[in-house]
């Protein structure tokens, strides 16, 4: 699992205040994330949104919560997605959050903005985002909205009457998707009691999302009227174990991996973990041994052919880890993920050339790999492409928060690239998300 750590947000903060707001920091994997889609799909689809344009991405963060910035990504925390017992009640969550999207929850933020496609904006959108469930209203204020007394906090939370239209159309969302909707009272069930808690003991979850006893009952009234009808798919439970289990193998303590491996009832899931497991127990030999084990149940599948990949790269065996990465880019040739990882290791070998092309094909299809972003500025300066290496480094600053920085790598790539030019234009972008962070201080 590549876990990249891309949201320093707190740098954006203004520096009149005493303190910043908390980074959020995602981790991107293919597995977790194809995995994701997958249970996804059917509910964004009966939301009336396009599931090829959204993505369902994971914050690394032990709390409970998930959030919407904008129309195209769905945040989940790690927390919230190990906390989960079945399909339904993940599949729950993602349609609440759809029903904040396609019910116009959103059009009152100032963050759901026209750029937060871009590394800036995107950057921007999450360090608001960070600093309203943190709590820390006038650092997200100062970052994103422009106004040092606006209350970032309150902006971001869902009004009452919000919170019982989404819960209202998750339901619908979950009866017309075919999905069992008693899992979004199951999810409910969790936070009760959280409202009779101060705000620092809360979870984020609470403080942005309004709970009370009778909004649990509500939705559980609704929940059992369409309820206990249908079960979870086997392609639902396999998706979803492989989320989670891989997520908590590379989250909890290998010996707790390696004794609940085969809990989740598949055995290339349970062959997975422990090739996890025993990987972070430095053990390449028995790592790879089960790593073959469930490749050979699942020959064609370009995820465990990637985390082979990653175990040998970790290993800092080059050649073998893109050969490995090749055969994943077969099976999986416009994941933006496996992408990556196999120019990572084709630079590690010394193809700075051969990675070139594959970096630029990962960068195009997602921009939100900072990873991708720092190998892709070394592959254009090997090339002798110093202004396209500079905009590159100038989006990966500007995506991690780091505004200053980002902003005098993008006035030398606009001082490099022809005036007009795609990548000129780019270099605007980060310039004018530099200079409006530069007047808040």
């Not at 891989?246 to 707790?256: G, H, V």
């Amino acid at each position: 699992m590549t876990l990249i750590r891309l949201f320093a947000l707190a740098c954006l903060v203004a520096v009149t205040l005493a303190q910043p707001a908390s980074a959020l920091t995602l981790l991107r994997d293919p597995d977790i994330e194809h995995a994701l889609r997958q249970l996804s799909a059917p509910v964004l689809r009966a939301a009336g949104l396009n599931p090829d344009r959204m993505s369902i991405l994971v914050i690394d963060d032990r709390s409970l919560n998930a959030f919407v910035v904008d129309r195209d990504n769905v945040f989940i925390h790690s927390g919230l997605l190990l906390k989960m017992k079945t399909p339904q009640m993940l599949q729950s969550v993602v349609a609440h959050e759809a029903a904040h999207i396609a019910n116009g929850h959103l059009v009152r933020r100032p963050i759901n903005i026209r750029n937060a496609r871009t590394a800036a904006g995107l950057g921007m959108a999450l360090a608001a985002a960070a600093g309203a469930v943190s709590g820390n209203a006038q650092a997200a204020a100062g970052i994103a909205a422009g106004s040092m007394g606006t209350a970032m906090r309150l902006l971001f939370a869902h009004t009452r009457a919000e919170e019982s239209s989404a819960d209202a159309a998750a339901i619908n969302y979950m009866v017309r998707a075919g999905r069992d909707p008693a899992g979004a009272a199951e999810v409910m069930d969790i936070f009760r009691g959280q409202e009779t808690l101060s705000a620092a003991r809360q979870d984020p979850y609470a403080r942005t999302h309004p709970l009370s006893a009778d909004r649990y009952r509500t939705l559980k009234r609704l929940a059992d009227a369409h309820g206990g009808k249908v079960q979870p798919s086997v392609k639902d439970r396999y998706w979803f174990a492989r989320a989670k289990g891989k997520l908590s193998a590379f989250q909890r303590n290998p010996k707790w991996t390696l004794n609940r491996a085969g809990e989740s009832g598949f055995k290339d899931v349970g062959l997975m973990r422990e090739a996890i497991a025993w990987h972070r127990r430095s053990n390449l030999r028995k790592a790879l041994a089960a790593m073959d084990r469930a490749i050979a149940l699942r020959p064609n599948d370009p995820f465990y052919h990637e985390l082979r990949g990653q175990i040998l790269m970790e290993h800092r065996q080059f050649a073998a880890a893109a050969n490995a990465y090749a055969r994943a880019v077969n099976a999986a040739p416009n994941d933006a993920l496996i992408l990556g990882s196999y120019g990572r290791a084709l630079m590690a070998q010394g193809q700075a050339g051969k990675a070139l092309g594959v970096l630029k094909k990962a960068r195009a299809r997602d921009g939100r790999d900072g990873r991708v972003m720092r190998d892709l500025a070394v592959a254009y300066a090997k090339s002798g492409n110093n202004g396209m290496a500079s905009l590159v480094t100038a989006e990966r600053y500007a995506l991690s928060g780091r505004l200053e920085d980002a902003g005098l790598h993008a006035q030398r790539a606009a001082g490099l690239l022809p005036r007009g030019s795609a990548g000129w234009q780019r270099a605007q972008d980060v310039l004018s998300a530099a200079k409006r962070a530069s007047k808040r201080k």
